[in-house]
């Protein structure tokens, strides 16, 4: 008869948010940051893996991110785009993407490095792109994808996430997937983008913090239905009734009368 006490609504709501909350941890935040952590460690063993690695030319190798390639052929300036929005060592940045014909005639695009704005938002005079064959030490990456378009503004084409099909698509080129991040001291390249930090981070405490909030959720609702369909707990009907205010007025009243009785003999 005492377990029908949690059929409450306030019983039921809060057992709802609490199962809830938990289930959100198990599922979706402690898997997000095992993913994270996953993706983190796959990058540093690609990085680590890239320092020992000769660089080999692009196309001959497996396109693997972060391996070090070498590319021969000249770049299409015309073609240029800005990767606008980003971010580089938590400030704000241009990045200049250049289609590069390679000497098979198909085409990559080429991250040529970044840029600071100028009045917190305007595009700074940047040196262009070296003309004519040039021999290029870059590294792969994998494209970013949009559904937005490249539009003009400030007189350059800009785009809004490193997307080789909507470059191609505003210049009029048939661009490969995938692009190339050029490294320090090769033809054409202007702030160096900076490698990934090698390390593990919080992601996986992070995981196991959202599995113990979980945990702890569904604990702490045990407990607290447990403590409170105890006799004497917040649910037991044997509880005495609250009384009202006319009732306690009422008391007082007869109170009073009585001690003024006995003051009176």
Do not use: H, K
């Not at 709501?13 to 198990?26: E, H, K």
């Not at 060592?89 to 085409?107: C, H, I, K, M, Y």
């Amino acid at each position: 008869m005492r377990l029908r006490l949690l059929l409450r609504p306030s019983w039921l709501l809060l057992a709802f948010v609490t199962v809830a909350f938990a289930v959100t941890c198990f599922t979706l935040l402690a898997p997000w940051q095992f993913e994270r952590n996953t993706e983190r460690s796959a990058t540093n063993a690609a990085v680590r893996a890239s320092f020992d690695a000769p660089p080999a030319p692009i196309g001959s190798a497996p396109a693997d991110e972060w391996r070090r390639v070498t590319l021969t052929g000249e770049y299409l300036p015309e073609a240029e785009a800005l990767a606008r929005l980003r971010t580089v060592q938590g400030n704000a940045a241009f990045e200049v993407l250049t289609p590069f014909r390679l000497v098979d005639g198909s085409v990559v695009l080429v991250d040529r490095g970044y840029l600071r704005p100028v009045e917190g938002v305007r595009v700074p005079q940047f040196a262009a792109a070296p003309t004519g064959r040039v021999d290029l030490l870059g590294r792969i990456r994998v494209n970013e994808t949009t559904p937005r378009d490249a539009f003009d503004e400030d007189g350059r084409r800009q785009v809004y996430a490193i997307d080789p099909a909507v470059v191609g698509r505003a210049a009029g080129l048939d661009i490969r997937p995938g692009y190339v991040q050029l490294e320090e001291s090769t033809p054409g390249v202007l702030g160096v983008l900076p490698l990934p930090q090698l390390e593990a981070g919080p992601f996986l405490s992070y995981a196991l913090q959202w599995i113990a909030f979980g945990s702890m959720a569904l604990l702490g609702l045990g407990y607290f239905t447990w403590r409170e369909i105890r006799p004497g707990g917040a649910l037991d009907t044997a509880r005495p009734r609250r009384r009202s205010v006319a009732e306690i007025l009422a008391e007082d009243e007869e109170r009073d009368r009585v001690s003024g009785g006995t003051a009176g003999r």
